[in-house]
Nanobody, 127 residues
Framework: VQLQASGGGLVQPGHSLRLACEAT????????VGWFRQAPGKKREGVSC????????YYADSVSGRAIISRDTVENTVYLQVNNLRPEDTGVYYC?????????????????????WGEGTQVTVSS
C-alpha cells in the first residue's frame, strides 16, 4: 500500500497548483482520501477530502471556493487543484487515506482515522 504525492513547488500568489496523490496496492475508491498540510510550527490540518463511494467531498474554510478535489478512476489518483494561491497556503502537503466508511468531514477536520500516509510535497507561495 503506497500513496505518492507530487505537484508541489514554488508559486506566486494568485497562481494555481495541482497536486496528485497516486495510490498503489489498493483501490482508493473504497477509501476516504484527503490532502492535509503542515505549515512550519503548526499542526497538520485537513485541506480537502473525498470519498467516491460516499459521493462526498469536504473543503476546509481556508480553501473553500478556491480548491477542487477529484479522483481519476483509471489512474487511481486523487487530485487537488488550488487556485488563487495565498502565502498562507504554504506548507508540506500530505495525502492520506482512511477507511471508506468514515465520515469524510471528520476525517478531514480532525485528521482522524488516517491509516496510510504518503510522503509530503512542499508548496511555497511567495513572490
Amino acid at each position: 500500500v503506497q500513496l505518492q504525492a507530487s505537484g508541489g513547488g514554488l508559486v506566486q500568489p494568485g497562481h494555481s497548483l495541482r497536486l496528485a496523490c497516486e495510490a498503489t496496492g489498493f483501490d482508493s475508491e473504497h477509501y476516504v482520501v484527503g490532502w492535509f498540510r503542515q505549515a512550519p510550527g503548526k499542526k497538520r490540518e485537513g485541506v480537502s477530502c473525498i470519498s467516491t463511494w460516499q459521493d462526498r467531498t469536504y473543503y476546509a474554510d481556508s480553501v473553500s471556493g478556491r480548491a477542487i478535489i477529484s479522483r481519476d478512476t483509471v489512474e487511481n489518483t486523487v487530485y487537488l487543484q488550488v487556485n488563487n494561491l495565498r502565502p498562507e497556503d504554504t506548507g508540506v502537503y500530505y495525502c492520506g487515506a482512511g477507511p471508506g466508511w468514515a465520515v469524510v468531514r471528520t476525517t478531514c477536520e480532525q485528521v482522524l482515522g488516517v491509516d496510510f500516509w504518503g510522503e509530503g510535497t512542499q508548496v511555497t507561495v511567495s513572490s
